[in-house]
């Protein structure tokens, strides 16, 4: 373990001073208690800031509600995973007996978390601009044109240019429970608009799924309104 992790700091082209952030990282929660997901949560928020610096700077000419559809396009499970494989944090990320055994080192969406998780860790451990620069780094060999805003937009883009248009807040998304095994967890997320004191729930196998499912139910019932 502790050779693979010090190979992962080598292709990160970041050494920590703290590893315990970095094996923590690469935890699921099928594992151990001290699992991942609050670096995940971390991760995942720097990441859309780094993203979006990244797009402010090359696409210059592009308005906002482009910017955000090629942002979501860039930070979506698919996109993580592929970045995760290339870091090989398959062979690293840490399961438990059952997730071994049903192919959890190769499922997207823990690779993905995983994913974040790293980035949230780097954050931890040196500050925003070394984290900033390693995700800058990840999306070197990703290709990143206007044309990318032509991708159908998910429904968490879509709630938040809905709310957008309208001059309100952004969405909270809060996972409010967990349900089955360690190695078959579906995730319970509720969506919540608080300027129209709104909350919708949706059910997903990892948390982003969750929060499409719980999006889409708000959209649905946003658009409903809109009609009344």
Same mark, same amino acid.
């Given at each position: ?36 997901? *609050? $670096?995940?949560? !971390?991760?995942?928020?720097? #990441?859309?800031?780094?993203? /979006?610096? &990244?797009?402010? =700077? *090359? $696409?210059?000419? !592009?308005?906002?509600?482009? #910017?955000?559809?090629?942002? /979501?396009? &860039?930070?979506? =499970? ?8 290339? #870091? ?141």
């Amino acid at each position: 373990m502790a050779d693979g992790l010090t190979a992962l700091q080598q292709r990160l082209q970041h050494a920590f001073s703290d590893s315990t952030l970095l094996e923590r990282a690469v935890t699921h929660r099928s594992f151990a208690a001290d699992h991942n997901e *609050r $670096l995940e949560f !971390l991760g995942d928020s720097v #990441l859309n800031l780094a993203v /979006a610096d &990244l797009l402010y =700077q *090359r $696409l210059r000419a !592009l308005p906002e509600g482009d #910017l955000s559809r090629i942002r /979501a396009n &860039l930070v979506k =499970q698919d996109t993580l995973h592929q970045l995760a494989v290339g #870091l090989g944090l398959s062979d690293v990320v840490r399961l438990g007996e059952g997730e071994v055994r049903s192919g959890g080192s190769r499922r997207p969406s823990i690779l993905a978390d995983a994913m974040e998780a790293v980035i949230g860790a780097v954050y931890l451990d040196a500050g925003y601009p070394a984290a900033q620069a390693l995700v800058h780094r990840l999306f070197q060999a990703v290709e990143i044109n206007p044309q990318m805003q032509a991708s159908a937009k998910d429904a968490k883009t879509e709630l938040q240019e809905w709310l957008q248009a309208r001059k309100l807040k952004l969405p909270l998304y809060r996972v409010v429970g967990t349900l089955g095994a360690a190695h078959r967890q579906t995730f319970d997320v509720e969506c919540e608009v608080p300027e129209l004191n709104l909350c919708e729930r949706g059910i997903g196998n990892s948390r982003r799924a969750g929060e499409q499912a719980a999006a889409a139910v708000m959209l649905q019932t946003l658009k409903i309104r809109d009609k009344a």
